[in-house]
């Protein structure tokens, strides 16, 4: 799960609620928040963040190296 943590989309209250019900059905998951807003990723418009954006996607590709290189390899 990628989140802005300034994302008024999804409050704080509903990314802990979502982060819970995953807990709570095992569901194998990574929460990762940004000090950003909503679709600080997309590359057009005003809440584009370039660098959290950079670190979100190294993050990501962190985590699939991670889960699916071993199957790989």
């Known amino acids: 799960m990628v989140w802005g ?3 008024p989309h999804v409050p704080a209250a509903g990314r802990a609620l979502i ?5 709570e059905d095992r569901i194998d998951h990574v929460v990762k928040a940004y000090p950003c807003e909503h ?9 584009y963040d370039p660098e959290a954006a950079d670190q979100a996607f190294g993050d990501m590709i962190g985590l699939f ?3 699916f290189s ?3 390899t």
């Not at 982060?19 to 807990?23: F, P, T, V």
């Not at 679709?39 to 809440?47: I, K, N, P, T």
């Open 5 to 7: 943590e300034q994302d």
């Open 19 to 23: 982060d819970q019900k995953l807990r």
């Open 39 to 47: 679709a600080f990723m997309r590359d057009e418009g005003a809440r």
């Open 65 to 67: 190296r991670a889960v």
């Open 70 to 72: 071993p199957r790989y």
